[in-house]
């Protein structure tokens, strides 16, 4: 069972265009966290959030707790925004905080 | 640079044989996480360590062990490798422990068991 389920897998978009990348998950969450990784494979994170949305320059992420969904948009996508985004979720057990990850979305913005 | 550190960049052994991973967190930050990152499983949490303490644990093999220790540096100890144990393995530290905690990724050491 996938705890964290991300849409689309891959995304092909050309420059300038605004992407959304869709994730959707299935346990109460404290927090949901976007990650990117390039290529070289390091991870940044881009976003932390339990609730509303969130900007950090052309990046938004929004959240709904009621529907257990999240969005990360992209405007004006650029050939360096191509990377894999991770959404992973944060939750409380009886094992302290465990963290689920989405399988992430390939995403290549041509020029 | 996220200043989160993580010796060695690569490592190629042999199944059966031990290695240790180590991870330097960003200064003041008392978390430290350990990820596994594979091929067929994506990315997954093993441990979590806040201030010298295991406050969670993950998908650890009993063969994995890791510790944090007084100056908080973090060690992952893997035993008994396996061809599958072949993965790229993050820490991340952050200030506090989740879920307030952000957290700031090392460049990852990637293992490679032959």
């Known amino acids: 069972k996938n705890e964290v389920e991300q849409s689309p897998q891959n995304l092909t978009a050309q420059e300038g265009e605004f992407i959304t990348i869709n994730c959707s998950y299935s346990?109460?969450?404290?927090?949901l966290h976007w990650l990117q990784q390039h290529p070289g494979g390091g991870i940044v994170s881009l976003f932390m959030?339990?609730?509303g949305k969130k900007k950090h320059g052309r990046l938004i992420a929004t959240i709904n707790i009621q529907e257990k969904h999240s969005s990360l948009h992209i405007t004006a996508s650029h050939p360096r925004d191509s990377a894999v985004y991770i959404c992973?979720?944060?939750?409380?057990?009886?094992?302290?905080?465990?963290?689920?990850f989405g399988t992430g979305t390939s995403l290549t913005v041509i020029p | 640079d996220s200043g989160v550190t993580q010796t060695p960049k690569h490592l190629i052994t042999a199944t059966g044989q031990r290695v240790t991973l180590r991870c330097s967190p960003r200064?003041?930050?008392?978390?430290v996480y350990w990820y596994q990152q594979s091929l067929d499983q994506g990315l997954q949490f093993l441990i979590h360590?806040?201030?010298?303490?295991?406050?969670a644990k993950g998908n650890i093999l009993e063969r994995f062990s890791a510790q944090q220790f007084p100056d908080l540096h973090s060690e992952l100890n893997l035993s008994s490798l396996e061809l599958g144990d072949s993965a790229l393995y993050f820490c991340?530290?952050?200030?506090?422990?989740?879920?307030?905690?952000?957290?700031?990724f090392g460049p990852g050491t990637r293992l490679t068991v032959t």
């Open positions: 360590y806040y201030n010298g303490e295991e406050r």
């Open positions: 959030l339990s609730s």
């Open positions: 346990v109460g969450i404290s927090a």
């Open positions: 200064s003041g930050d008392l978390s």
């Open positions: 991340a530290s952050s200030v506090d422990g989740p879920p307030t905690g952000e957290q700031y």
């Open positions: 992973a979720v944060s939750t409380l057990s009886n094992t302290g905080n465990q963290f689920y």
